[in-house]
Every structure is written in structure tokens, then in C-alpha cells.
């Protein structure tokens, strides 16, 4: 990866969780490539482990660590590891999250035949599962409060990071996932909270809100098998004013601005869209 630009977090280790993923990877090579130690956690060991190779093998220092985010004790080992390897913690990326099927609608409208006629293939609100909705929300906001719970008592002090990744759902709820939507809004509210609780310690917390962007979670709902745009990828993309999407490497200028105590050390509490435009059009 090529960064934008260097911003020195030379000395400084990054925590990143999620790191297997498409968007968070980018974010553990960008961090290493401006010079940071990068643990990266996933709960896929053999996946943080390949992130953390290319890094390493970019000239980089990296270590991949497996890491439930539901789980405290699993962070727990998951920042004894992390210290031993590299002896401090400055920089938090909340990235894990996701959605879950059972937690979703099949039509972005319920109509009364809907309730009329019981079709199995047709599920509305009334039918969303309650533990699917747990799950999303577990994943996405106890995910993003855990690991800070566990990891920020090692930045007390240190002009602290934390970066949560919210989502374009926080602005405008998206249709037929209503848990994601709501979860995410809880974590862009738990970012301002963290912000103004830690601001006596010197942690700031931050959060970026990606607009739509293609990962292994959501390619399935955005193309079909052969490769052609579904119809929820069009409707997406006519309300996207750059009418593409997103690339990982357009969040990493964001990333780097928050991580750089020296670039925005008095931005604190503030959620940034990196959508395209998408929150700022109105559809006319």
C-alpha cells in the first residue's frame, strides 16, 4: 500500500480489530507503513496471521492474534500478547462488526398482504429474529466497547487513540436492516460518550463512517453470480453523487489525520462520513 501521506507513528503500537478484514487490513498496512508496531486481531487466527506477514514482509512489524471481541478474557490474552511483543498500547481501531441474515427483512416495505398472507420466503419486521438482532448488536457495539474497555487503560496518558468505525446507517437507517442500522447509531453515540469520559486522560475518540464500500460480508447482496450489479447496488449507487463505490484506500487519508496527535489534536468526538456524497444528497 501507498499511504496519501506520512504521518510518523514511528514508536507507537496500533491494536486493530478486525484486522483480517478487507477495510481493516488496509488500515494495519497504512499504520505500518507509517511506521507503527500493528497487532492484528480477528478472530480468524490464520487470517490476522496474513495480514501481519505482508507487513512484515513490506519491511513493516506486525503480529497476528486471535481475538474474540465478545469475549473479555479472550482480549485480555489478546493484550497480554500485544504487550509482550511490543511493551505499549497508543492506538485503538474498533473494526470488527457485521450483520447477520436473521436480522434482516426480505422487502423494504411492509405492505397488508404481507400480514395477510403467510409466505415463507417473505420476512417483515414482525418476524425478525431476537437473537439475530442480539448478534448484531452484540457484534457491533459490545465489539466496539469491550475491546476499548480492555485496551484503553494502557493509553491513559500517552496522547491516546481511538478510532471506532461506524457507518453511513448511524446518518440514514438503511432499508431491511434495522439492527445494523440501530447498532451502528450506538456507536457513533458511544464515541462522543467515550470522547468527553476520556478527555481528562489524553485518549481522544473518534470515529469514521464509511459510505458503501465492497467486503467478503456484503459482496453476495451487491452483485450477482455473474458479476452484474443487483438492484439494491443500482439504487446505491444513484444515490451515491461519485456514483461508485468506495475503495479501501480512500479511508486510509482519514485514518492517518486521526491517528496524528499533530493534525487533529483537538478534533475530539466527531463521527466523519467517507461516503461519496451519499449523506449529503437528497435524491433530487
Request: glycine letters at 10%; hydrophobic letters at 45%.
Amino acid at each position: 500500500m501507498s499511504v496519501p501521506f506520512f504521518v510518523n507513528l514511528k514508536g507507537k503500537t496500533a491494536v486493530v480489530t478486525g484486522g483480517g478484514g478487507v477495510l481493516c487490513s488496509a488500515f494495519c498496512e497504512a499504520l505500518a507503513e507509517c511506521g507503527a508496531n500493528v497487532a492484528v486481531l480477528d478472530l480468524k487466527k490464520e487470517s490476522a496471521d496474513a495480514v501481519a506477514e505482508k507487513i512484515n514482509a513490506a519491511g513493516g512489524k506486525a503480529i497476528g492474534v486471535s481475538a474474540n471481541v465478545l469475549s473479555k478474557e479472550s482480549l485480555a490474552e489478546a493484550k497480554k500478547t500485544v504487550l509482550d511483543a511490543f511493551g505499549s498500547v497508543d492506538i485503538l481501531i474498533n473494526g470488527a462488526g457485521g450483520n447477520n441474515p436473521k436480522a434482516q427483512t426480505t422487502k423494504e416495505y411492509l405492505y397488508y398482504e404481507d400480514l395477510k398472507n403467510s409466505v415463507e420466503e417473505v420476512k417483515t419486521f414482525f418476524d425478525l429474529d431476537p437473537e439475530g438482532v442480539e448478534f448484531v448488536f452484540n457484534l457491533n457495539f459490545l465489539g466496539t466497547l469491550l475491546p476499548t474497555q480492555v485496551f484503553a487503560s494502557e493509553m491513559c496518558g500517552r496522547e491516546g487513540v481511538i478510532i471506532n468505525i461506524s457507518s453511513m446507517n448511524a446518518f440514514r437507517p438503511l432499508t431491511k436492516i434495522p439492527a445494523y442500522s440501530a447498532a451502528k447509531s450506538a456507536v457513533s453515540n458511544l464515541t462522543m460518550w467515550l470522547a468527553v469520559h476520556f478527555s481528562k486522560v489524553n485518549i481522544r475518540v473518534n470515529a469514521i463512517a464509511p459510505g458503501f464500500f465492497v467486503t467478503h460480508q456484503n459482496k453476495s447482496l451487491l452483485f450477482n453470480d455473474d458479476g452484474t450489479p443487483t438492484a439494491r447496488t443500482q439504487k446505491i449507487l444513484a444515490a451515491t453523487p461519485m456514483n461508485r463505490f468506495g475503495q479501501p484506500e480512500d479511508l486510509i487519508g482519514t485514518l492517518l489525520y486521526l491517528c496524528d496527535s499533530k493534525a487533529s489534536g483537538f478534533v475530539n468526538g466527531v463521527v466523519i462520513p467517507v461516503d461519496g456524497g451519499f449523506s449529503a444528497y437528497s435524491g433530487v
